[in-house]
């Protein structure tokens, strides 16, 4: 099928790659003329494993394309994926807006019966908005619409989109339904096909589920560390109830760092508030995950105490390994925290993620983990990267004084947790 790809940041361009790669034609668009540029020669505007080499697999085989112009990008085009990342604010607000304001600007180029299909995260009703503006602005174009939750795993998003679990798909009738299963059909059969406002509604339920249970089972962590239980054996111990589940999202840990979870839970409150709907559980979830995002902070305070002028290791800076991306990280947050408490910040990543501006002068980068831990009075494990497993313990504890503490919330690195030399500190160990 011939497929126009609308918005080429993380999302985008993981799904030009991976159709191009199963072979269809595809002509990623997107205002941004540095960016196509970059993608035309194989450069994607963000770190993602195997992404690069897929781009340029499709480049040389000449079945994706990049273009910045609307008429070359659509041409014939059978089906129009929107897949622009929703921006949202330091307090998880998406501008949905400018999503519309960038569809608007190629729908008048668009074939009769194309398919617009919308990966955005958008509140529920958005697609009714769509196909409202659609019989206004071009009533006889006669396009369709319909919706797709993305799926994007950072770090994983090649292997998820092509060998997904499931797909939901939202269509308004059959013959659409026709179409989008040729597009999948290299990808997967397991296609769960609904009305679309139940599959925009399927994302801010699951989303929000998901936060739910993180918070959750951290608020369970919270009361362990004081009554001296541990949570990860009180997780065994949820996941071994059948009503429950091995695979339920109930790992004690860190604070969900906003983003994609946040801004569906803020969907569903804006929903409830505007039509005077009371959903306590819902409005409790960040509120519940802000109060969390304090542990570090707690713990730092009761171990250490004052840190002006005290030097801290903090190893992982990006939302999650695998990526170069500093937006919504926890890590940053914490990061922040610290200067602001005084404290002289020593950062490392194994990825090439450019530093805030903010921090320039004020928060020293090194080349190796161990560099960081040179004179530091603790480490807190930021981010989830392998290359911190292979540090041996050895290494650290002749790098740093007995009784050095490091703080892991989600006991990415517990072998240090059976050093003497070390004082481990993991979220629901008291």
Known sequence: ??????????????????????GHDVTGLDFDIQTIRN??????????????????????????KFASKVEDAVNDAQVLWVTYDTPVDENDQA??????????????????????????QMPVGSIKQLEDIALT????????????????????????????????????????????????????DNIAYMGVESAEMTKHAINAFLGMSITFINEVAAICEIVGADAREVEVGLKS???????AYLSPGAAFSGG???????????VGS?????????????KSNDEHKKWIQRRMRLVIGDLRGKRVAVWGLTYKPGTSTLRRSLSVETCNWLRDQGAQVIVHDPSECELPDNWVNEVERVETPLEALQGVCALIIGTQWPDYQTVSLQDIQNTTERGFPVFDSNR???????????????????
């Open 412 to 430: 990415f690195l517990s072998t240090l947790d059976a050093s003497p030399a070390i004082s481990y500190f993991s979220v629901g160990v008291g």
């Open 137 to 188: 602005e071009c009533p006889d174009k006669n396009l369709s619409f319909a919706y797709s939750p993305e799926n994007l795993r950072l770090g994983k998003a090649l292997e998820v989109f092509l060998d997904p679990d499931r797909v939901i798909i939202g269509v308004r009738g059959s013959e659409d339904r026709l179409a989008l299963s040729k597009l999948f059909e290299e990808i997967t």
């Open 95 to 120: 501008d949905v807006d400018f999503v519309f304001q960038q569809i608007n600007k190629v729908l008048p180029f668009l074939n009769s019966n194309t398919i617009v299909l919308v990966s955005s």
């Open 1 to 22: 099928m011939k497929v126009c790809v609308q918005g080429l940041w993380h999302l985008g361009t993981v799904t030009a790659g991976c159709l191009a790669s199963v």
């Open 274 to 286: 505007t039509n005077k709907l009371i959903n306590p559980l819902i409005a409790a979830v960040v």
């Open 260 to 270: 994609t979870l946040a801004r569906d839970i803020r969907f569903l409150q804006k």
């Open 241 to 247: 109830e059948t009503r429950i589940g091995p695979a």
């Open 39 to 64: 993608l035309q020669h194989g450069i994607p505007p963000i770190s993602e494993p195997g992404l690069s080499s897929l781009i340029e697999k499709g480049l040389h085989r000449g079945n994706l």
